[in-house]
């Protein structure tokens, strides 16, 4: 099973980046998946969310900037991130059969290799 994820880079504040995570070895089509993310000095924190259904959540501070989206059919996930700002740095992972019990989610065990997004000028 492997997730890949691809699409990081250096952005100007203001800026798009849009991210994919291509899932290998098994069909999440029927699971939750997510995008996390971890700065440096800083915990790793669920930036978004999407069942599927293709219900959706995010972490307050992308709510409005940030859309998460999925193709089963192609068996890849997308983070398209606008406005970007500087306290968005961090190394974007997706994971894959995330639990979700009432408000609290838990991360799934299948994890990419992580993309890492630069905001800078």
């Known amino acids: 099973v492997q997730l890949q994820a691809s699409g990081g880079g250096l952005v100007q504040p203001g800026g798009s980046l849009r991210l994919s995570c291509a899932a290998s070895?098994?069909?999440?089509?029927?699971?939750?998946m997510g995008w996390y993310r971890q700065a440096p000095g800083k915990l790793r924190e669920l930036v978004a969310l999407?069942?599927?259904?293709?219900?959706?959540d995010y972490g307050g501070t992308v709510k409005g900037r940030f859309t998460i989206s999925r193709d089963n059919a192609k068996s890849t996930m997308y983070l398209q991130m606008s406005s970007l700002e500087p306290e968005d740095t961090a190394v974007y992972y997706c994971?894959?059969?995330?639990?979700?019990?009432?408000?609290?989610?838990?991360?799934?065990?299948?994890w990419g290799q992580g993309t890492l997004v630069t905001v800078s000028s």
């Open positions: 999407i069942t599927h259904g293709g219900s959706t």
């Open positions: 070895g098994r069909n999440f089509s029927r699971n939750v």
């Open positions: 994971n894959a059969d995330l639990g979700i019990l009432g408000k609290y989610v838990s991360p799934g065990r299948y």
